[in-house]
């Protein structure tokens, strides 16, 4: 199995900066992908940040420009350093990763359970 653990959610007032972190631990071979999805009361989950193996990221035009991505591929962590926070980005923020098992033959697909992050205004 392969498991995620958020941390580092918290109340920041509006314009606040925040860095929650994800950490993989488990059978795991490799990380092809690791996702930041955030959930607010009554609004579908939206795809945040992605950053992939290659190094490559994206980000949702939303947070473009004041949310920054990164891993660390030797702790197998993923961080979201998330400046400038609106109210309205108020959340359950969660991440998801999907790559290969060790063996290199199965593929998995994991969720964390998120960590709440609350912008005052």
């Known amino acids: 199995q392969v498991h995620l653990v958020e941390s580092g959610g918290g109340l920041v007032q509006a314009g606040g900066s925040l860095r929650p972190s994800c950490a993989a631990s488990g059978s795991i071979a490799s990380i092809y992908e690791m996702c930041w999805y955030r959930r607010a009361p009554g609004k579908q989950r939206e795809l945040v940040a992605r950053?992939?193996?290659?190094?490559?990221?994206d980000y949702a035009d939303s947070v473009s420009g004041r949310f920054t991505i990164f891993r660390d591929n030797a702790k197998n962590t993923m961080y979201l350093q998330m400046n400038g926070l609106k109210p309205e980005e108020t959340a359950m923020y969660l991440c998801?990763?999907?790559?290969?098992?060790?063996?290199?033959?199965?593929?998995?697909?994991?969720w964390g359970e998120g960590t709440q992050v609350a912008v005052s205004s």
């Open positions: 998801k990763a999907d790559g290969l098992r060790q063996g290199g033959v199965m593929g998995y697909d994991a």
């Open positions: 950053a992939f193996n290659t190094g490559d990221t």
